[in-house]
């Protein structure tokens, strides 16, 4: 009994020890690791959904056609969260923005920096510093041609020690003018995390 | 009394050498392998793609099989397709990237694509594919690595 005793007591020591050698270390990571912590929406999920929307979209064969003489004006809609965590989908849609304009094949109006905009053509419309003929108009903006809509939800489920998490995020794009989708698509994950017998 | 010690060391070994291959394992980093396909272009003008694969994990190269590497223009995007193979009867975690580089070979927006997830059930064929970032993607690297 006391030999057994003995042998946990060294295993946990040498436990410690060997688990002391991974822990605590700081250095800076891979910001594309695809390595999952957890069930809840991480950077890799983030950038997953980035890659698929904007490539199924640029290949998408009406949109290589629509693309090839001109760029597009997009406004991109605020992503429907239907998923229980509090996730900045702004990011998401920055991220597929960013992509879709470095890929050369859309131009983006942005709707959220309005009240700026307003503030900087006010001042040098009225506050006489800037030159007349060099001050931006009101009223001479271009319009957006389509709108870039999205859903995000989520299905949760556990049994037992094992959480199994479905995301789904659903983009669509609209011509303004006559209310038609001329792409959509979807990004399924799965992630499934087994609690293990130690808690780990 | 004397086999109490005996019993005791030889526990203390077996379960170091268990804890240190549990470090070890948990610690390790892997290589993995990689291939590329260039777009070129023959006397008569027909496009062909050079295919080139480089496993630099050997333990890689024993589960994993790259059976088949296209590429293909989707209007000036270049996209790219490869086939892999489970070698394994078990069930394979990888993660893997496309990486895009130019008609002078300079990688396009170095450094920014992110590493996918792929899972591959035993002996199972699958393929991967990849779009080019913009226009000017002439040649890819697709890299495959365990999931860490």
């Known amino acids: 009994m006391k030999n057994g005793m003995q042998k946990l007591l060294l295993v946990t020591v040498i436990g410690a020890f060997a ?12 910001a594309g690791s695809a390595k999952p912590i957890s069930t809840e929406f991480g950077s890799s999920d983030l ?3 980035a890659e698929a929307m904007v490539d199924s979209m640029i290949i998408f064969p009406p949109m290589v056609e629509l693309t090839s003489a ?12 239907k998923t229980m965590q509090h996730i900045d989908t702004e990011s998401i849609t920055d991220s597929i923005r960013t992509k879709l304009i470095r890929s050369g094949k859309f131009r983006f109006i942005d709707r959220t920096t309005d009240d700026q905009t307003i503030e900087e053509l006010k001042t040098q419309q009225d506050s006489g510093l ?3 003929k060099t001050a931006v108009q009101f009223g001479q903006q271009i319009g957006a041609e389509f709108l870039l809509t999205s859903n995000f939800s989520e299905i949760r489920q556990k049994v037992g020690s094992t959480t199994d998490v479905y995301y789904k995020f659903t983009m669509s794009l609209k011509n303004l003018k006559t209310g038609i989708l001329e792409w959509s698509d979807e990004k399924e994950i799965r992630k499934v995390f087994t609690r293990g017998t130690f808690g780990g | 009394m004397m086999r109490q010690k005996h019993n005791f060391v030889a ?6 050498a268990l804890v240190a291959l549990m470090g070890l394992a948990g610690c390790s980093t892997t290589a993995g392998v990689e291939t590329t396909g260039k777009t070129s272009w023959d006397e008569q003008g027909a496009r062909i793609l050079e295919k080139n694969v480089v496993f630099n994990s050997s333990s890689l190269k024993g589960d994993l ?5 296209r590429g293909v223009q989707a209007g000036d995007i270049m996209r790219a397709q490869a086939t892999l193979r489970s070698r394994d009867k078990d069930t394979l ?5 496309f990486d895009w580089y130019d008609a002078g070979g300079l990688e396009i927006n170095s450094g920014a694509g992110s590493w996918k997830p792929l899972l591959l059930t035993g002996r199972e064929t699958k393929t991967v594919q990849g779009v080019a970032p913009d226009p000017r993607a002439k040649e890819f690297k697709l890299k495959i690595r365990e999931m860490e």
């Open chain 2, 65 to 69: 099989q790259i059976v088949d590497l």
């Open chain 1, 47 to 49: 950038q997953q959904i």
């Open chain 1, 70 to 81: 001109r760029r597009p004006v997009v406004s991109v809609d605020k992503v429907k969260n």
């Open chain 1, 19 to 30: 688990l002391g050698g991974c822990a605590s270390t700081m250095q800076y990571g891979d």
């Open chain 1, 130 to 132: 800037v030159d007349k």
């Open chain 2, 11 to 16: 526990g203390g070994i077996a379960a170091a």
């Open chain 2, 93 to 97: 975690q990888f993660q893997y990237r």
